[in-house]
């Protein structure tokens, strides 16, 4: 079992950047797939990135394509998202998730999941 603490969201303007970060519990962080899925209001969650055990395969949302960046460092429990020329339609809540299953494009199964951080872009 592994638990997930996201931190990093806050209140940015149109254009800028921000970095989310998701820290994981346990010895095995390296047996999981891991991602980042937002919710805005009235919404449904969707996917926004999803990497590898490893990090050598990371998948994007095509509308943060070019825009966002996924990474992990197994040695330090901690998957993040590097989110530039932020959009007022980027404002979500972002989670964490966890998965011991396999990694692939759009993947919104997980097993595991953070308590999210909201993600606010004013315009």
């Known amino acids: 079992q592994v638990q997930l603490a996201e931190s990093g969201g806050g209140l940015v303007q149109a254009g800028d950047s921000l970095s989310l970060s998701c820290v994981a519990s346990?010895?095995?962080?390296?047996?999981?797939?891991t991602g980042w899925l937002r919710q805005a209001p009235g919404k449904e969650r969707e996917f926004v990135a999803a990497?590898?055990?490893?990090?050598?395969?990371?998948y994007y949302a095509d509308s943060v394509k070019g825009r966002f960046t996924i990474s992990r460092d197994n040695a330090k429990n901690v998957v993040y998202l590097q989110m530039n020329s932020l959009k007022p339609e980027d404002t979500a809540v972002y989670y964490c998730?966890?998965?011991?299953?396999?990694?692939?494009?759009?993947?919104?199964?997980?097993?595991?999941w953070g308590q999210g951080t909201q993600v606010t872009v004013s315009s």
């Open positions: 346990g010895r095995t962080f390296n047996s999981y797939v």
């Open positions: 998730a966890a998965d011991r299953g396999s990694v692939y494009p759009a993947k919104r199964e997980y097993d595991y």
């Open positions: 990497i590898s055990r490893g990090g050598s395969r990371t």
